[in-house]
């Protein structure tokens, strides 16, 4: 699993959270994707107006055969949502790891 995530500056709080939050506009428009798992919006509790949104797919592949499929789709609604933030800054896109033991952790084994 991915996800992408991304900081915003948002100045439209409420026009912002319905298109970037997990049954926003965004969100509705990512399930027509093979892959998609869901987003969380976060907002920060210390910085109004600070948010940060997470995208999850099962694949880096999945998410980008999504997005060059749906190229025009994706950027118009990259433009119709531009005005509600100030600035958007992408972190990058992360993997989730699994079943890596923890340094010094032993695992149990007794049945």
Do not use: C, K
Not at 91 to 110: C, K, L, M, N, R
């Amino acid at each position: 699993m991915i996800a992408l995530v991304f900081s915003y500056e948002v100045r439209e709080r409420d026009a912002f959270e319905r298109a970037y939050g997990a049954d926003g506009e965004w969100a509705d428009f990512f399930r027509q994707g093979a892959g998609y798992i869901g987003t969380e919006l976060l907002r920060d509790v210390e910085t109004p107006g600070r948010y940060l949104v997470v995208d999850r797919w099962e694949s880096a592949e999945a998410y980008n055969a999504f997005a060059a499929a749906n190229r025009d789709e994706y950027m118009r609604r990259v433009d119709d949502t531009r005005f509600y933030y100030d600035q958007e800054l992408r972190f990058g896109t992360f993997e989730t790891v699994w079943g890596i033991a923890q340094p010094g952790a032993e695992a149990d084994h007794s049945g």
